[in-house]
């Protein structure tokens, strides 16, 4: 069979996603919002598979992790201590031909020019603040600002104290969250990799800063191993070392994990040393901050947001290792890796999205070969509740009859496996009595089929297609 992959262009991934329900362009009647999308019936349930197991992977199976669900409407004064409000811009400029707006650092670095008209007549380059601003209440000046986060992690922070006070943790700990983030980014582009409304999943993980280094590395490969279980190819991935002016005003190292889009490799992912910057930014008590901190004097914040050391009684900030990854771009990455285009071995063409079975939007679809026969449909109806009442994540029936139509459709929305209820599947109709009460299996990847008997359909389905595994390795100091 030949297949295409990663190579595949993108605007073949953004016609699935549309003609199969999984993503939409936001406002589209009105002309569509540039740098917004809609999840269809398909991306929500792909996109709620993911956060799940990301979830459980991270905080289920790991000792001392707690979550969280912070605001998104944000105080201007986190924003304002963090450097948001000073440092969280990109440089953009404007060409003076035909008016549009650039971010510089996407330009030509040699030759910048704009990308629209081909000119170089572009304004000299000048910082832009990506954050949302918002007012309020009724009032509608400066007291009353706010803005939407463009990070969920400042949301950790501003609760530690909260957390440690009422969870007791030590060192290392982790507080998780998801949620949303909002950027205004000055060109939203590569669909829905680079938007100005998007979902970050975050650890901040405190350790003592001694050991930060030996932990930024423990993240960087239990971050990478993860997204591989989730079907992304390892020849697909790169670990780069940010440098220089790309590290962020807050970050000691940053590893970012990278993957190969369509349009090449780029951040799925990053994993920060943010040393004990943004607690001690955030603390009142500034006395503990180690002497490497560049931080202000903070005269606003009531919280001390360090830990007492219990035996020397005194107040330490740990340090903080922080993955965090973009639940978009982990999308985009998952359905890039699972789009392939097969010539079968009888010359046809299919469309199938390879997608591991416990993230697929459906888990197994219920074909009866007619759809005028009833005793075949109430037989496919008994096996759906069946199933689903057995299988996490939906099991649809349809009934329209066009069995190959309805293979289609599943291929292309990567449902793992396919029911078939056919006339051998009823007393009166088999052809064969050995087959009463069986049901033929349809395998999306390899399209084997298999005669499977009614009572061990379920535990046979879950054998075979969901049992997912995944083991983080072990805290590596400080346990
Ligand atoms: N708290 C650290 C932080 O926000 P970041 O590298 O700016 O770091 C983390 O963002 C992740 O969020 C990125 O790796 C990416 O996956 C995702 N992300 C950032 N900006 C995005 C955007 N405009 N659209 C989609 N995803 C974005």
């Known amino acids: 069979m030949a297949q295409s992959k990663t190579d595949t262009a993108l605007e073949h991934i953004v016609s699935l996603c549309k003609r199969r329900g999984f993503i939409f362009p936001n406002s589209h009647i009105y002309g569509g919002l540039q740098g917004a999308y809609d999840l269809g019936p398909m991306g929500v349930e792909l996109k709620r598979n993911l956060l799940a197991t990301w979830w ?59 990308e629209n008209c081909g000119s170089d007549d572009l304004t000299d380059p000048r910082p832009f603040n990506l954050m949302f601003k918002t007012n309020l209440g009724a009032v509608d000046d400066d007291s009353s600002t706010a803005y939407l ?54 650890i901040e993980f405190f350790v003592k800063p001694e050991e930060s ?9 239990e971050r990478k191993q993860w997204w591989i279980t989730q079907g992304l190819s390892p020849e697909n991935i790169q670990c780069a070392a940010q440098t220089g002016d790309e590290l962020a005003h807050y970050a000691r190292a940053t590893t970012d994990i990278l993957y190969k889009f369509p349009h090449g490799f780029e951040e799925l992912e990053g994993i920060a040393n943010r040393t004990d910057y943004d607690l001690a930014v955030h603390s009142k008590d500034q006395d503990s901050i180690s002497p490497q901190s560049k931080v202000k004097k903070n005269t606003d914040s009531t919280a001390r947001l360090a830990l007492q050391n219990t035996e020397t009684k005194a107040w330490e900030i740990p340090f903080v290792i922080e993955p965090s990854a973009g639940v978009e771009r982990g999308m985009l990455a998952l359905l890039t890796e699972a789009y392939t285009e097969e010539t079968l071995e009888n010359g046809n063409q299919r469309l199938v999205l390879k997608l591991a079975a416990h993230l697929a939007p459906i888990k197994v679809a219920i074909i009866p070969l007619a ?22 994540g939906p099991v649809v029936l349809e009934n329209s009859g066009n069995i190959g139509k309805n293979y289609r459709r599943h291929d292309e929305i990567g449902t793992p496996v396919c029911v078939t209820v056919d006339f051998d599947s009823l007393a009166e109709t088999a052809s064969n009595t050995s087959l009463v009460d069986t049901v033929t299996l349809r395998d999306r990847d390899t399209l084997e089929q298999e005669r499977v008997h009614i009572d061990q359909l379920s535990e046979h389905i879950i054998q075979r297609y969901f049992q997912y595994h995944y083991q983080p390795a072990p805290f590596i100091v400080g346990k």
Request: charged share 25%.
């Open 213 to 221: 280094d030996q932990w930024h590395t423990y993240w960087v490969e």
């Open 371 to 392: 759809k005028n026969k009833p005793e075949l449909i109430t037989l496919a109806e008994q096996i759906q509740q069946m199933l689903q009442a057995a299988i996490l």
């Open 149 to 202: 986060r463009p990070e969920t992690a400042q949301g950790i922070f501003t609760n530690f104290k909260f957390i440690t006070d009422t969870q007791s943790p030590k060192v290392p700990f982790g507080i998780a969250q998801i949620g949303k983030a909002f950027r205004n980014e000055i060109t939203p582009r590569h669909f829905i990799f680079r938007v100005r409304e998007f979902e970050q999943m975050e």
């Open 56 to 114: 459980s992977d991270v905080v289920y199976k790991r000792p001392r992790m707690y979550g969280l669900d912070s605001s998104i409407l944000t105080h201007q004064k986190t924003l304002h201590y963090s450097g948001h409000q000073d440092t969280f811009s990109d440089l953009m400029c404007d060409c003076r031909q035909c008016k549009s707006r650039w971010r510089y650092d996407h330009l030509d670095p040699k030759n910048p020019r704009c």
